[in-house]
């Protein structure tokens, strides 16, 4: 068969196609590999495609060496195609050389042959007996030899083939071989390649056997054209074998066929073609002769190869056809259909079956050929017509462009046949592969069958690892005749390479299941951006299942995980399988996860104690190897094919089977690794990095492991070894968000469904919460129901069989989904209950059913029901036919007559007719309705039974094999029907989930971890555990570190720690008698990961750390070192082996185990900090478990102090960081009460400090004060004298060292110096006392520059407060005194007279702390005469340096440090310092009364600097006179009249106003307003009379600041006192009352002073005369209420009865003494006042004389002596007004005064009222004035 020959075409464009296609001859072979097959010795012909006898099998191809005419070539026509021809040089003959015998002919194109190679072949033919019997063969013979003989026939190669073919008809043997020799070195020289003819053959011509056939589409059978030269020679050679064939024969049909179809110059396509190679397939098949299957096989394998490689042309450089249709003539349309793949099908005409004799072919090679009977056929699904025609589905993205340019009738170019050859070649196999073996000859691997399904198996592997271009190149496309749709290569396969490997990857014969997973792996790699619905489905049906099958053997698991160990080593491959299945909702099972649980368990499968380490055979090596030919190779159809795995020694064992999933899981952390951390690396140099830290296994990967060239795939990773990179930028469109967001999805829809199968009411609340159901609405809860997978049916029916109104309304809605259209009754009832589960019970059902009828009656018109309820019934009286017709559990089961006659009259009254009840009875008897998924899931197992019998009956069977039979059968027809819906849907172009999504993104790594995480870990430590196998625990530690390594780059938290955990749990270390060689390993790993990960290790430094500790004390242990051990007292630890102590103090180990420490400095400023921070608690660790040894455990401690001198260098901020966790462990370790430890710690604490002072600070930075800070805490806390002293000395040496680098350090240099202070032991406080004054003498200027002034004056005021050593304390405060000056003649602090205005900064940075430290001392000192010396300082130094401080200054000096000793008095807060109430009274009484006093002083001494605080000091002053002890209150008012005194005439007009506003306060703070309660005076039941101290008693008592709460002048309202407030309060009024007298006196003394009553203005004195005034008439008002004073005195207010006479009379003797003074004051602004005067003395003075006349001499004595003075100045006050007033008073004043005269009164008195009266005898006239 041959295409058309080409149209006419001038020689313009047979020169442009020479110039295209004239390079050079072209090569045929395949470069990678060649197969020579043998030929028997007895013949040598010229031209041998088979050179060896041997099969030389090499990278996976096979090719026969064809021979190649040394000669030019030009560009020629032949077969219809542009080819290329050798060129006869024409010098090369003269024109003598055509004589009669001429040696050699040329060939109408310029090849030239020999004559002896036509000529010797027709002689022996004419010599034959055959040809004397038959006169064609003769004549054409001899016509054919004539013309050779006269140099002609060169140009005529039908008539020189004639006889030829005849000779192969004679079927003589020698004839036969002596013509296809013969043909077979004509093809080699292009004899029979013919020149085009003018009229065009239809495409595919038919064969030149179809002569007496039908018409080939509707053309009749004279109009059919000549078949060309080259199909007749196919059919020729072809028709030479059968089955009983000679062997010479046969092996002559093979050499002449793949001559012809390797031909450089001759091409065969589709029918021609497909006879070809199904002969030498059939040869193969058919043939005993080992050397011609061995032929046979390598010649078919050479074929299969040259079909595809002239395919490859998809570069433009290898093959003719890339160039396009323009530059090559294309075929012209002739009236014939164009090429379909439905009219090259391989389905066998009835009538050429009667032609051929080679009934062995098999079918798919047939296209004129009957079935032979032994060969088992395809099911009749593979033959469906449409079957091939459902292939071509709309063409991809791609090649739309390409479909909508061609025409109605596209032309189809030569490498369109190429590819049509390719498909229908691969499609045939495919085929063969397909057919099912019997019994027998799945037993028997020489059996015809089996050979054959092996053969075409090898042969598509073999396609595919060679020549996946092809298939994944979206150029390779086929257009169909019929519709000129064009499709794919690879989608024209899909469906026939799918069900290949459905058929046969559950296959129970190993040979065919090993190759079958070998062509999935091609797919997988090679086709996966191709195939991702596919791959999807053959992952989850059959090879998951099959590793999960307790029925598989172990042989078929290892296989698999053969092959998954491939795709582990592929990072990409790997990386796309979780994004396009795990984060594809779409996608039914998360591949990628389910995998790794799966391995992860194979590699922990349980360890049984017979099984022996020496027992397993060698682990297969997980990279493919080239198996070696087996001599019985070619027999099985087995054929070597580059990377394929040797299964040989696989799956021998449990063991063998166990290392293989550990070699997987290893191989998946590797490529995660490579994948996700190889970022800013080369390839190169990443692969350099990995090989060092990786395991031997798995370096040796073949090169050629196929996946598809990057330049044909963009998709498809190239890399053939385990680096498979990631190209350095991502792709945009692989975002990882996006995928974690579908991830998520699908996880949360996971979740759903499995609440939903376990609680569907639950399921859809969250499902509709998390809006995976839209909306709550019954439609899309319906909606989601029916199109999810992984439902349970079951729950689906139960949820909708609720009886509730939402419930049944979702019911509705679902079987409104479901189309009942157009379906039988039994169908519809059976698609309506796959939908669901129907429930059990009937009321349910019912429901069910009612919708369903009406949904049916609804979808369908013609129907024998009259109505919906007749439908009803009979689905109803269906459901309990099938249920009695298959339950077990019925044994009467129902008859036709009964089904019949319980659905008579269901029809509105009439019986539906009884062959329609009849149909529905059989269906259903015959096929249950049942779920497919039971279908699918109920496969009985064999089980063998108890009893001799079941024995018996079950010898030689193999029921592990029967069992796993069942099942495979079940999942590869579901397989199968999964994959014609999937044909389906993709044929409707609904391709809308297939998009694959390459990965480029090293981010997706961290969630493929992150949900395998947990196998991972298992899969590691199970066998870590279990085994001693240094191999298999080099894995397992090889697997841990890229697994940490992983979770590090990713910061994984939760998964670091339980890696790095688990594995410091595996080294042994705290249980060294247990230790192991693994263990050791273990210790490396973790070693080598230390060194490597330091930099994300975080918090599992600690387990790093303990680990290391642990092996520093196995070293000293094992090396005879006694080493504390807390906690195991009296349990001696078990030593190490020695092997294994040994190995501990290895080299190896130990540089490992150091450079954990040299290299930190390598670390992050964040790794440096977890690093030190776990130190320290693992230092702790060893520190705590030694007690109180002699020798305890330091060393993390010593490694403490390493790493800080490694990192010192590290910038500032980094090293704060640090010192912030080792300062913290430090001053732990220092205080430890063991003083060993502590001895080190200081000492180390010490070197690494005066290393650090090295360092030069800048200044305003602190990091010697932090440095230096863990002295200090010593100090403190660690009451060890020695450890105290030592940090003395430490300091002592840095000093003397490191002085003139002292920064910051000076401020923690006094603070240690100030907690020594503190210390009760002498010598210490003696050493730092020491240390202080000679870095006082010394060093006084580098302390003030380096801004420690202030940490100087609170060392040294600390020292003031020492009690213990009042020495040291007095030496100290003299210390302080004379720092002053010096530091005003120092020039760094800037104070001295001539340096210029001072700031307040200044004053504040050095005046401030030695004044604070004065005043501390005073505050604090527990001293007395320490506390005077420093009140003395005080006082002393602000007056004499006070000049010169600013006001601001000032103002600061009263806020912070003069009003703040006072404060005491103010709140009670203040009085925590004390330790005893008696320190504070002594405290008061000495220390504040005199700072009070001197105070006021002090105020007096600066008053026009300080009369602005003036508020501040009379506030002072009122808070201390307002106390409860009536001392402070004395001093208080002392004070005031003292300071009012001495600086009366200083205060302004305003200030005495301010003055008198203090006394109304005072006198309203004071009054007790309590006295009038009520409440007091309610007797209280069952209360004695409180025993209450007099006024007088409370002097006696220690002074305690208590400060009066002002109370108003109302009543309060009722409230019930208990016994404790009533004491309470009549405490403060009795204070109250004192104090009010105290007020009054001290008053009445001011105003008696003629300095301060001359400059207080008259205003103001009129105030205090009325605060005076107010206090008076309190007083009297009491005393005039003789019942309140009973009742008070009754309630137990005072011992006696209580009055207030004294405030009474007081108040009244000041006022008037005052008011008269002011009356007869001469000065204008008293004369001013002089009326408010006299309305305030008369009324006063008339009272107190008319209450002094009723006093009664008897009982009220004190009353008398109290007021008589106070009379007697009234009276003189009197006297002395002038005349008109005293006219104007005398009415009042005369009646009083004359009842005085009736009492026995006092002298004083009886002197006064004779003045009265003598002035009233003046005024009156009574007594004549004399003149004077």
Request: glycine share 4%; net charge negative.
């Amino acid at each position: 068969m041959s295409t058309s020959p080409l149209s006419e075409i001038d020689g313009e464009h047979v020169k442009a196609a020479s110039d295209v296609f004239h390079v050079s001859q072209p090569e045929v072979q395949d470069t990678d590999t060649v197969v020579e097959a043998p030929l028997p010795s007895k013949q040598a012909p010229p031209t041998p495609p088979i050179k060896s006898p041997r099969l030389q099998l090499s990278r996976g191809s096979t090719e026969v060496h064809q021979p190649r005419p040394a000669t030019p070539s030009t560009s020629a026509k032949v077969n219809g195609h542009d080819e290329l021809r050798p060129q006869t040089p024409s010098s090369a003959h003269s024109s003598s050389s055509a004589s009669s015998h001429k040696r050699s002919i040329t060939i109408s194109k310029g090849y030239t042959v020999s004559v002896v190679l036509i000529s010797s072949a027709l002689e022996i033919i004419l010599a034959s007996k055959e040809a004397k019997r038959s006169t064609p063969l003769r004549q054409s013979a001899h016509n054919a030899l004539e013309m050779i003989r006269v140099g002609q026939g060169g140009d005529r190669p039908r008539e020189i083939f004639e006889p030829l073919r005849l000779a192969c008809e004679t079927r003589s043997e020698k004839l036969m071989i002596a013509s296809l020799d013969c043909i077979s070195k004509l093809i080699s020289y292009s004899f029979f390649a013919e020149p085009s003819s003018a009229q065009a053959l239809p495409s595919p011509p038919p064969s030149p056997a179809l002569q007496g056939r039908h018409s080939i589409a509707g053309v009749s059978q004279s109009s059919l054209p000549q078949p060309s030269l080259v199909d007749l020679v196919v059919h020729t050679v072809t028709t030479c074998h059968n089955d009983t064939s000679p062997e010479t024969v046969s092996l002559q049909v093979v050499k002449a066929l793949l001559s012809l179809i390797l031909s450089p110059t001759i091409y065969v396509h589709h029918s021609s073609l497909l006879k070809a190679v199904r002969t030498v397939y059939n040869v193969f098949l058919l043939s005993t002769d080992l050397v011609n299957q061995m032929v046979a096989q390598g010649g078919l394998t050479q074929m299969v190869h040259h079909i595809f490689s002239r395919c490859r042309s998809l570069d433009g450089t290898t093959l003719l056809s890339h160039v396009s249709s323009d530059t090559v003539a294309s075929i012209p349309a002739p009236a014939s259909p164009k090429i379909d793949i439905q009219n090259t099908s391989f389905v066998l005409s009835e009538n050429a079956a009667e032609k051929l004799t080679a009934e062995a072919l098999p079918l798919e090679f047939a296209v004129d050929m009957p079935l032979h009977p032994g060969v088992p056929t395809l099911p009749s699904s593979i033959h469906d017509p449409d079957v091939p025609q459902g292939t071509i589905s709309p063409a991809p993205p791609a090649t739309h462009d390409v479909a909508e340019n061609d025409h109605a009738s596209r032309e189809l170019s030569t490498h369109d046949l190429f590819i049509k050859d390719a498909f229908l070649v691969f499609r045939a196999l495919c085929k063969l592969t397909m057919k099912p073996l019997n019994t027998e000859s799945e037993r028997d691997l020489k059996s015809h069958a089996m050979r054959s399904k092996l053969l075409s198996l090898h042969l598509v592997l073999t396609i595919l690892n060679s020549h996946m271009a092809l298939f994944v190149d979206s150029k390779a496309i086929i257009y169909s005749s019929s519709t000129n749709e064009a499709t794919t290569f690879v989608q024209a396969v899909n469906q026939y390479l799918c069900l290949s490997l459905s058929r046969n990857a559950v296959s129970p014969v190993p040979q065919v299941f090993e190759v079958s997973v070998e062509i999935f792996w091609r797919v997988l790699s090679g086709m996966r951006t191709k195939l991702k619905k596919e791959i999807e489905v053959l992952l989850h049906e059959i090879f998951v299942p099959i590793l999960e099958m307790k029925t598989s053997t172990l042989k078929q698991k290892a296989v698999i995980i053969g092959m998954l160990s491939r795709l582990c080593q592929d990072p990409q491959a790997l990386v796309e399988i979780y994004l396009n299945y795990d984060c594809d909702s779409e996608a039914t099972d998360n591949i990628y996860e389910h995998l790794m649980n799966i391995i992860s368990k194979i590699a922990t499968l349980p360890y049984t104690s017979s099984q022996q380490k020496t027992n397993d055979p060698a682990s297969p090596a997980l990279p493919p190897q080239t198996k070696s030919s087996a001599s019985t190779a070619h027999v099985s159809g087995a054929l070597a094919v580059s990377g394929t795995m040797d299964t040989s020694t696989m799956g021998l064992s449990e063991g063998q089977l166990r290392r293989q999933g550990l070699e997987c899981l290893v191989a998946v952390l590797r490529s995660l690794v490579t994948w996700g951390t190889a970022a800013g690396k080369t390839p190169a140099e990443s692969a350099t990095a990995d090989t060092a830290s990786r395991s031997q296994i798995g370096e040796e990967i073949a090169a050629d492991t196929m996946t598809p060239d990057p330049s044909l795939d963009g998709l498809i990773a190239s890399s053939g070894s385990t680096e498979a990179f990631r190209q350095s930028t991502p792709d945009i469109a692989d975002d990882p968000s996006r995928f974690e967001s579908a991830k998520q999805k699908k996880t949360t829809l996971l979740e759903g469904i499995k609440k939903f199968n376990f609680k569907p009411k639950r399921g859809v609340q969250f499902l509709v919460e998390t809006e995976l159901i839209p909306s709550s609405s019954p439609r899309d809860i319906a909606g989601f129901l029916l199109t999810t997978d992984g439902l349970s049916k079951s729950m689906i029916g139960e949820y909708l069989g609720e009886g509730d109104e939402h419930n049944v309304a979702i019911m509705h809605a679902f079987v409104d989904f479901l189309d009942f259209r157009n379906l039988g009754f039994v169908d519809a009832v059976r698609v309506f209950l796959q939908a669901f589960r129907l429930p059990g019970e009937a009321q349910k059902i019912d429901r069910f059913m009612l919708k369903f009828a009406e949904r049916y009656i609804a979808g369908n018109a013609q129907t024998p029901f009259k109505n919906a309820d007749a439908a009803y019934i009979l689905a109803y009286s269906i459901i309990l036919l099938n249920t009695d017709a298959h339950s077990p559990q019925i044994k009467n089961r129902m008859t036709k007559a009964d089904f019949i006659k319980n659905n008579r009259g269901i029809n509105d009254g009439e019986s539906l007719p009884e062959e329609f009840l009849n149909t529905i009875f059989h269906d259903i008897q015959g096929n249950e309705i049942r779920m497919k998924d039971e279908v699918d899931a109920t496969i009985n197992l064999p089980s063998t039974g108890p009893g001799l019998a079941n024995v018996l009956a079950n010898v030689g069977r193999d029921l592990q094999r029967e069992a796993y039979v069942m099942q495979s059968n079940g999942m590869a027809n579901k397989t199968e029907a999964l994959f014609r819906t999937l044909m389906r849907s993709q044929r409707r172009g609904s391709r809308a989930g297939d998009q694959y999504f390459s990965a480029s993104h090293f981010v997706h790594v961290r969630p493929m971890f992150e949900v395998a995480w947990i196998p991972f870990l298992a899969g590691l430590s199970g066998p870590l555990q279990n085994t001693d196998d240094l191999e298999i625990v080099d894995l397992c530690l090889d697997g841990f570190k890229n697994a940490i390594r992983i979770v590090c780059f990713f910061d994984l938290d939760l998964e670091r720690n339980a890696f790095v955990s688990t594995l410091a749990k595996f080294t042994f270390l705290n249980n060294f008698g247990e230790m192991k060689t693994k263990n050791m390993d273990a210790i490396k790993t973790l070693l080598d990961i230390a060194v490597n990960e330091g930099n994300n290790l975080k918090g599992s430094w600690r387990d790093v750390l303990s680990c290391v500790s642990q092996l520093e004390h196995m070293q000293l242990i094992s090396g005879g070192v006694e080493v504390p051990d807390g906690g195991k007292k009296g349990r001696s630890k078990k030593l190490p082996a020695e092997e294994l102590a040994t190995e501990s103090r290895s080299t190896h180990i130990t540089v490992a185990a150091d450079m954990v420490f040299s290299l930190s400095h390598y670390l992050s400023g964040s790794a440096i900090v977890d690093f030190a921070r776990a130190l320290c608690d693992v230092s702790w660790e060893e520190i705590q478990s030694s007690g109180i040894s002699q020798h305890p455990r330091l060393f993390s401690l010593q490694k403490l102090v390493e790493i800080s001198y490694y990192n010192m260098n590290r910038i500032r901020l980094e090293w704060l960081n640090l010192w912030d966790i080792l300062g913290e462990h430090f001053n732990q370790v220092c205080c430890h009460s063991n003083p060993h430890v502590g001895f080190f710690a200081l000492d180390s604490l010490r070197q690494l400090s005066m290393r650090f002072l090295e360092k030069e600070e800048l200044p305003h930075f602190k990091f010697q004060k932090d440095f230096l800070k863990p002295f200090e805490y010593t100090m403190v806390h660690n009451a060890n004298p020695d450890i105290r002293d030592m940090v003395l000395q430490c300091l002592q040496q840095m000093i003397q060292a490191r002085v003139q680098n002292m920064r910051s350090g000076w401020r923690t240099l006094f603070g240690v110096f100030s907690a020594a202070s503190k210390v009760l032991t002498e010598r210490i406080v003696n050493s730092a006392f020491e240390i202080v004054t000679r870095l006082n003498k010394e060093h006084f200027a580098a302390i003030v520059r380096h801004g420690a002034f202030a940490d100087l004056t609170v060392c040294i005021t600390e020292f003031c407060k020492v009690s213990k050593y009042q020495k040291i304390s007095l030496l100290a405060i003299g210390m302080l005194r004379g720092v002053i000056p010096v530091m005003l003649t120092c020039p760094e602090c800037a104070l001295s007279p001539g340096v210029g205005p001072k700031g307040d900064d200044i004053m504040i940075r050095f005046w401030f702390p030695v004044l604070f430290g004065f005043y501390d001392i005073i505050m604090n000192g527990e001293d007395l005469e320490v506390r005077r010396l420093a009140l003395d300082s005080l006082f002393s130094t602000l007056k004499t340096y006070g000049s010169s401080f600013t006001v601001e200054f000032w103002d600061t000096v009263c806020k912070e440090i003069l009003f703040p000793i006072f404060a005491v008095l103010k709140s009670s807060q203040d009085m925590s310092r004390f330790n005893t109430q008696e320190d504070m009274s002594v405290w008061l009484s000495t220390t504040m009364i005199q700072a009070l006093r001197d105070l006021i002083d002090l105020y007096t001494f600066f008053y026009d600097i300080l009369e602005r605080f003036l508020d501040g000091l009379l506030e002072l002053l009122c808070v201390c006179i307002c106390q409860e002890n009536d001392t402070l209150a004395r001093i208080g008012t002392s004070c005031l009249q003292q300071f009012l005194e001495n600086n009366v005439q200083k205060l302004s007009a305003a200030w005495w106003e301010r003055v008198a506003a203090i006394f109304v306060k005072l006198f309203r703070t004071t009054t007790p307003h309590q006295l009038f309660d009520e409440n007091l005076r309610v007797e209280i039941d069952g209360s004695t009379v409180p025993d209450l101290p007099d006024t007088n008693d409370s002097n006696d008592q220690a002074i305690v600041p208590a400060p009066l709460s002002p109370t108003g002048d109302r009543p309060q309202e009722v409230v019930k006192h208990t016994l404790g407030d009533r004491r309470r309060i009549f405490k403060q009024i009795i204070v109250k009352c004192v104090l009010q007298l105290l007020l009054i006196e001290t008053t009445n003394d001011l105003l008696r002073n003629d300095a301060v009553y001359t400059t207080i203005p008259p205003e103001q004195l009129l105030r205090l005369m009325g605060v005076l005034d107010h206090s008076y008439q309190f007083a009297r008002m009491f005393n005039d209420d003789k019942e309140l004073r009973t009742g008070l005195w009754k309630v137990g207010f005072m011992k006696h009865l209580p009055n207030l006479l004294k405030q009474e009379s007081s108040s009244a003797a000041t006022l008037v003494h005052v008011l008269l003074r002011m009356y007869f004051d001469e000065r204008p602004e008293h004369q001013n006042a002089r009326p408010q005067i006299a309305e305030r003395l008369l009324p006063l003075g008339l009272s107190v004389l008319q209450d002094y006349i009723k006093l009664r001499a008897d009982t009220q004595a004190k009353n008398i002596t109290a007021w008589t003075p106070v009379v007697a100045e009234i009276l003189d006050g009197f006297c002395r007004f002038d005349n008109k007033a005293f006219v104007r008073y005398l009415p009042a004043i005369y009646p009083l005064a004359t009842g005085l005269l009736a009492r026995d009164v006092a002298p004083e008195i009886r002197l006064g009222l004779k003045m009265y009266f003598e002035r009233v005898g003046r005024t009156q006239g009574i007594v004549v004035v004399e003149a004077s």
